[in-house]
């Protein structure tokens, strides 16, 4: 939150820098407030773009704005340069958040004909903008902190719907609800429809029941593997009550944030030197790479760029890096094959210790570097906790495409 808070502070000046765009070329481009509430609003229908959201807001207080810049370019032009690219030196670009599963002709004329806005429905445009203008005025600063009324203004549903020509009177104000036995869906990720206003629905309702679950975004009965969901719907209407949902972590495990140099990484096991921290480097990179690919196959895109340089795609199941670089002067090319087998991997670059390294279903790591031989299984920090879980992304890709988390 605090870091949020930073970055939309930052006004004008934005959070400026370069990325890798999915070609794998470098670009200029910068993001706003409004950039930043469309990214974290889209976190929540995606589990792999939730989980950089963090190190990318750390790493662009930092002054690293690589990672937060990739992630805008995937979420709102799904890894082209289009929009990202058009950045002059005077303004940002223009965003469209792309959503196959949404119909937005309905979504706009829905959400626009029938909420309640701060302004008189039959009043001229720039009388709606003065009357919305004063009503964010009014908003106490802890209702809309981290972010700021510039970005409510431009970010929300304000500005889609100002313009609307609404062709009904305004909707009455709700009547108290019936005392029915109701059940309430709530995802602990969602940053749409939050925990916090269905705990407000739930006030109204004497006989609700609620089903929070840990971890899943906006799509709670599509986006939630324990079951969780669905077991308190059954539950539900068969008169059986509702259990509590198990906290059973993050659906994809949050990454780590990843300095530019190899030599502020730490060194893997008992290796030494510049071999020990290129094995770190590489297994950074395996978890960067693998995460993107989970991206990719929930929003429907084939490619991304690495964080420092290279490109990552995803063919059928098959994970592919192609001079991939996480940290600077490390590059790594290879494929992680949907049948599980072995995956190999090449490494080079100025930097690194070159040589090839490859992972086992088990989480080993066989190979060479530099000429020196390497076999070992990591369990230092730089391994994370996800050594015995990445072999598994395609698998993780297709159970969550199953589960129609958008």
Request: overall charge positive.
């Amino acid at each position: 939150v605090r870091d949020v808070r930073t970055l939309v502070a930052r006004g004008s000046r934005r959070v400026r820098g370069v990325y890798v765009d999915a070609r794998g070329r470098r670009r200029r481009a910068a993001i706003d407030g409004s950039a930043l509430f469309s990214i974290l609003q889209a976190g929540d229908t995606n589990p792999a773009w939730r989980a950089q959201v963090p190190a990318a807001m750390r790493a662009a207080v930092r002054g690293d704005e690589a990672a937060l810049l990739r992630l805008a370019s995937n979420v709102f032009d799904g890894g082209s340069s289009s929009s990202l690219a058009s950045l002059s030196r005077s303004r940002a670009p223009s965003f469209q958040v792309q959503d196959a599963g949404a119909n937005s002709a309905l979504f706009v004329a829905t959400i626009c004909e029938e909420v309640r806005f701060p302004w008189d429905r039959a009043a001229s445009l720039q009388t709606r903008i003065n009357q919305a203008e004063a009503a964010l005025r009014a908003l106490p600063g802890p209702q809309i902190t981290p972010f700021n009324r510039s970005t409510i203004a431009s970010a929300g549903l304000l500005s889609l719907c100002v313009g609307w020509p609404n062709a009904s009177p305004a909707p009455e104000v709700a009547a108290p609800l019936p005392d029915v036995p109701a059940l309430l869906l709530s995802g602990t990720a969602d940053v749409r429809t939050p925990v916090e206003e269905a705990n407000i629905v739930a006030g109204r309702l004497p006989q609700a029941q609620r089903a929070v679950v840990p971890f899943v975004g906006h799509s709670v009965l599509g986006g939630d593997p324990s079951g969780c969901a669905k077991a308190a719907v059954a539950g539900f209407f068969n008169g059986q009550g509702v259990a509590p949902c198990e906290n059973r972590g993050p659906l994809v495990a949050p990454l780590a944030r990843s300095p530019k140099s190899l030599g502020s990484l730490p060194r893997t096991g008992r290796l030494p030197g510049r071999v020990g921290r290129t094995v770190t480097a590489v297994l950074r990179t395996r978890d960067d790479s693998l995460v993107q690919a989970i991206a990719l196959g929930l929003s429907g895109a084939k490619r991304s760029g690495g964080l420092r340089g290279g490109v990552v795609s995803l063919t059928g199941g098959s994970v592919r890096l192609r001079n991939v670089q996480v940290i600077e002067g490390v590059r790594v090319t290879g494929t992680f094959p949907e049948s599980g087998s072995v995956a190999r991997l090449r490494v080079s670059g100025p930097a690194a210790a070159r040589g090839t390294l490859s992972f086992t279903r088990g989480g080993r790591i066989t190979g060479s570097l530099a000429g020196r031989r390497i076999r070992l299984v990591p369990v230092n920090a730089a391994s994370a906790s996800r050594t015995g879980r990445t072999w598994s992304v395609n698998a993780e890709v297709k159970r969550l495409r199953r589960l129609n988390l958008r």
